[in-house]
């Protein structure tokens, strides 16, 4: 037998929760500045002051999630005056759902039987408070999803007028938004957007040598020696500046370290990462696509349907194929541009002849792109 396969029991992992999402680490760098701003409008809670309510934005994968994460864990190190509430919107997605979990993580009680309304939920909930003296800090994690639902002000007018009912209630919020899409105020009522004054703290997108700094402090705490080479991480970095998503990178080397561990490999081979990428780009693709509204969809399709290996569609040709009910022609080209900027096609002008044509490029392969689509859900229907 060769030396150098790993027996039945070794493991080429130091430590596997170092590349799942949730796990935050403990030196958590390139966000000095949020961090702190977000500090900044925790510090009047510790004194018994009113939090500033904060909302996070950035595109997905900045680090708002694991910053809050932070300030919450120096928040339970430090003080039972403050009381953080992380809500997960993306499953939580409706007003009952949000009530429930504040209710539940507060009380470390079980959800009020079935049948309780909102308002009764409140009320338990605000009974709690006043009970136990604490100062809730409710982060609405990926916020964006209760505004898909046309829930945000639902959620939002109920805490932040709670204190009109029960004046000795004093609470924090912090709403984190992924997508650049979304316009704030649109979510808002008048009576809301007349109360709810937030600080914005920014996120930007990491750099080549943020994600490269974050992975490899990532590889040295879950990794041992060697097991994947400078040149295999280049490559990853480089695929995730590519789509702009420093996750992609964690999914990447622990999928690349399970395909030369079930091989009975000590290191990662250069096929492993390639296969690594072509797997993870498929559930990427999959996953934006998914969460594309029907016009956007739609267009998405109709590209995809004029796209030949030879042959790219124009803009033109794209936005003329689309059915009358589909989206006008402005609002058809903001989507195409929606479009590249989410990393699933590409608008290239000519490079000759007259005119400003730009052509369409999709990314990947036609019958494998369109599958994705299908997978996703027909234009028209839900998503």
């Given at each position: 037998m060769k030396t150098n396969l790993l027996a039945w029991e070794e493991t080429l992992f130091r430590d596997p929760d170092v590349f799942e999402l949730s796990y935050v680490p403990d030196q958590f760098d390139y966000r000095d500045d949020?961090?702190?701003?977000?500090?900044?409008?925790?510090?009047?809670?510790?004194?018994?002051?009113?939090?500033?309510?904060?909302?996070?934005?950035?595109?997905?994968?900045?680090?708002?999630?694991?910053?809050?994460?932070?300030?919450?864990?120096?928040?339970?190190?430090?003080?039972?005056?403050?009381?953080?509430?992380?809500?997960?919107?993306?499953?939580?997605?409706?007003?009952?759902?949000?009530?429930?979990?504040?209710?539940?993580?507060?009380?470390?009680?079980?959800?009020?039987?079935?049948?309780?309304?909102?308002?009764?939920?409140?009320?338990?909930?605000?009974?709690?408070?006043?009970?136990?003296?604490?100062?809730?800090?409710?982060?609405?994690d990926d916020a964006n999803y209760l505004m898909y639902e046309k829930q945000f002000t639902n959620v939002l007018y109920p805490l932040l007028r709670m204190h009109e009912v029960f004046p000795e209630i004093n609470l924090g919020l912090i709403v984190v938004i992924s997508d650049p899409r979304i316009d704030i105020n649109e979510h808002l009522d008048v009576r809301t957007r007349s109360t709810f004054h937030p600080e914005i703290v920014y996120f930007p997108p990491y750099s080549a040598r943020e994600i490269a700094g974050i992975l490899n402090a990532r590889v040295k705490a879950g990794l041992y020696p060697n097991v994947l080479s400078a040149g295999q991480l280049d490559t990853i970095v480089e695929t995730c500046m590519k789509y702009g998503d420093v996750r992609m990178g964690l999914d990447l080397i622990r999928r690349a370290v399970?395909?030369?561990?079930?091989?009975?490999?000590?290191?990662?081979?250069?096929?492993?990462?390639?296969?690594?990428?072509?797997?993870?780009?498929?559930?990427?693709?999959?996953?934006?696509?998914?969460?594309?509204?029907?016009?956007?969809?739609?267009?998405?399709?109709?590209?995809?349907?004029?796209?030949?290996?030879?042959?790219?569609?124009?803009?033109?040709?794209?936005?003329?194929?689309?059915?009358?009910?589909?989206?006008?022609?402005?609002?058809?080209?903001?989507?195409?541009?929606?479009?590249?900027?989410?990393?699933?096609?590409?608008?290239?002008?000519?490079?000759?002849?007259?005119?400003?044509?730009?052509?369409?490029?999709?990314?990947?392969?036609k019958d494998e792109f369109l599958k994705l689509i299908a997978a996703a859900g027909s234009p028209g229907s839900k998503q």
């Open positions: 949020q961090t702190e701003a977000l500090a900044f409008a925790v510090r009047p809670g510790l004194r018994g002051g009113k939090i500033l309510d904060t909302v996070c934005r950035g595109p997905p994968a900045t680090g708002k999630t694991t910053s809050v994460k932070k300030i919450f864990e120096l928040l339970e190190d430090t003080t039972e005056l403050v009381r953080p509430v992380h809500v997960n919107c993306k499953i939580d997605s409706t007003e009952y759902a949000v009530f429930s979990r504040i209710y539940t993580t507060l009380t470390k009680r079980s959800a009020p039987a079935s049948g309780t309304s909102n308002k009764q939920l409140l009320d338990l909930l605000a009974q709690h408070i006043r009970k136990t003296g604490v100062q809730p800090l409710i982060c609405l399970m395909s030369a561990e079930k091989d009975a490999r000590r290191s990662v081979g250069d096929s492993d990462v390639e296969q690594a990428i072509a797997a993870h780009l498929n559930l990427h693709k999959l996953d934006v696509i998914g969460a594309l509204s029907p016009d956007e969809l739609l267009v998405l399709k109709t590209a995809a349907m004029l796209f030949t290996p030879e042959t790219s569609p124009t803009t033109k040709e794209v936005i003329d194929a689309l059915p009358a009910e589909g989206p006008k022609s402005t609002r058809a080209s903001e989507i195409l541009n929606l479009l590249e900027v989410l990393g699933l096609v590409d608008l290239e002008y000519a490079t000759s002849g007259a005119g400003r044509r730009r052509y369409v490029h999709i990314h990947g392969e």
